[in-house]
């Protein structure tokens, strides 16, 4: 264990311990709940300037070619530092680089391949990603869409509304937001979502 602590903080594998460090902290403060799995995201498609678009569009081939923007930043950044660090660490320890020249030309060449690494490991993960990013804008598409009430609720009580789409209808599992009350058959809207219970805030739609 020793010989690990110092070979990780040899000189040659610093940037590789230090960003594993920075992941570890970052998914300890989520766990704890200081910050979520969307901390320190990228936009690749924020609006830019017509002329600097061009300058950026290989930027964002590029890293979307590695996964970036399909899967959050941090959640990357995790599944290149580890391979990055054993990497590192490992073929120093193999070759007795961690502290020489040797050590500080392979930084880059590891990164590198450590990329393709992680471009390999996440890719599984990126139809879950795509999947959960369309149910949530289904979602928000449903806001603000009425809705037939199928079973009574109110502020405690939860009921079930069905919504029209183009489809088949849409069951959803439903509160009102204040001390209203909505029976069977009545008509309401969809005003909100709460993730955490999975319900959908509604008002009777006379009271709107």
Request: proline share 4%; charged share 10%; net charge negative.
């Amino acid at each position: 264990m020793e010989e690990l602590l110092q070979a990780s903080f040899a000189g040659a594998n610093l940037l590789a311990s230090g960003l594993l460090i920075f992941v570890l902290l970052y998914w300890g403060s989520v766990l704890l709940g200081v910050l979520d799995l969307q901390s320190f995201d990228l936009n690749l498609e924020a609006e830019v300037d017509i002329d600097a678009a061009a300058d950026v569009a290989w930027l964002n081939a590029a890293l979307a070619f590695l996964n970036l923007g399909k899967v959050p930043l941090m959640f990357f950044l995790t599944f290149f530092a580890l391979p990055y660090w054993v990497l590192s660490v490992g073929l120093n320890h193999t070759l007795g680089s961690a502290s020489n020249l040797l050590g500080y030309l392979l930084i880059i060449p590891l990164a590198l391949v450590s990329l393709f690494v992680s471009k390999f490991l996440t890719w599984p993960f990126v139809k879950l990603f795509a999947a959960m990013e369309k149910e949530g804008e289904s979602t928000q598409q449903l806001i603000g869409q009425t809705c037939t009430i199928l079973l009574p609720a109110n502020n405690t009580q939860i009921g079930q509304a069905s919504v029209k789409t183009k489809g088949s209808p849409v069951l959803l599992n439903v509160r009102t937001s204040q001390d209203a009350v909505v029976q069977k058959g009545q008509t309401a809207v969809v005003i909100d979502y709460l993730p955490e219970t999975n319900l959908y805030l509604i008002e009777p739609y006379h009271s709107l």
